[in-house]
T-cell receptor, first 113, second 109 residues
Framework: IAGITQAPTSQILAAGRRMTLRCTQD?????MYWYRQDLGLGLRLIHYSNTAGTTGKGEVPDGYSVSRANTDDFPLTLASAVPSQTSVYFC????????????FGEGSRLTVL | GQNIDQPTEMTATEGAIVQINCTYQ??????LFWYQQHAAEAPTFLSY??LDGLEEKGRFSSFLSRSKGYSYLLLKELQMKDSASYLCAVTSGNYQLIWGAGTKLIIKP
């Protein structure tokens, strides 16, 4: 049982480059989320998707974009990376956005130089 | 604004009991989660409280008082593997999930 798979697990990236973090779940969950986690701060929501075909902005969406072409996949793209986007990124899913427990991927550690 | 407060770090002894507090101020309330996160790993679900009172699950218990905007996570018979960060999160009135910064728990032998 895989749950949620993220790739890559770690990446060093030059500023200005484009980067896509991949996220795939096999639980048929409707809702999916992208968070960033920085030292001393709580998880901050970047973008979310309540169901395939729909997306929404979270707390810190600037500089990021997402798509939800199907139920399983929810990639996060940094169009032109900046050093402030250095962080650990977690993808998560839940059966129901309103009340469901979140299941997290293992995280992608991104360093932008 | 909306915020969640929890201590940054706590230290406890193996075999003892520790209580991690969480206070929240949110626009509405629909539930409170506790997650455990070991270093360099993903958060994992521990508990979910909707109604006031204590929910017990093995060595871990979670308490909620909605009138006080307060919750705590109680860990009994502490083991070294309990060394981790514990994240408090509240689902607000519009079902937005708001996260605390987490409490790093250090267990000493």
């Amino acid at each position: 049982i895989a749950g949620i798979t993220q790739a890559p697990t770690s990446q060093i990236l030059a500023a200005g480059r484009r980067m896509t973090l991949r996220c795939t779940q096999d639980m048929r969950h409707n809702a999916m989320y992208w968070y960033r986690q920085d030292l001393g701060l709580g998880l901050r929501l970047i973008h979310y998707s309540n169901t395939a075909g729909t997306t929404g902005k979270g707390e810190v969406p600037d500089g990021y974009s997402v798509s939800r072409a199907n139920t399983d996949d929810f990639p996060l793209t940094l169009a032109s990376a900046v050093p402030s986007q250095t962080s650990v990124y977690f993808c998560a899913s839940s059966s129901d956005r309103d009340t469901g427990e979140l299941f997290f991927g293992e995280g992608s550690r991104l360093t932008v130089l | 604004g909306q915020n969640i407060d929890q201590p940054t770090e706590m230290t406890a002894t193996e075999g003892a009991i520790v209580q991690i507090n969480c206070t929240y101020q949110t626009s509405g309330f629909n539930g409170l989660f506790w997650y455990q996160q070991h270093a360099a790993e993903a958060p994992t679900f521990l508990s979910y409280n909707v109604l006031d009172g204590l929910e017990e699950k093995g060595r871990f218990s979670s308490f909620l008082s909605r009138s006080k905007g307060y919750s705590y996570l109680l860990l009994k018979e502490l083991q070294m593997k309990d060394s981790a960060s514990y994240l408090c999160a509240v689902t607000s009135g519009n079902y937005q999930l708001i996260w605390g910064a987490g409490t790093k728990l250090i267990i000493k032998p």
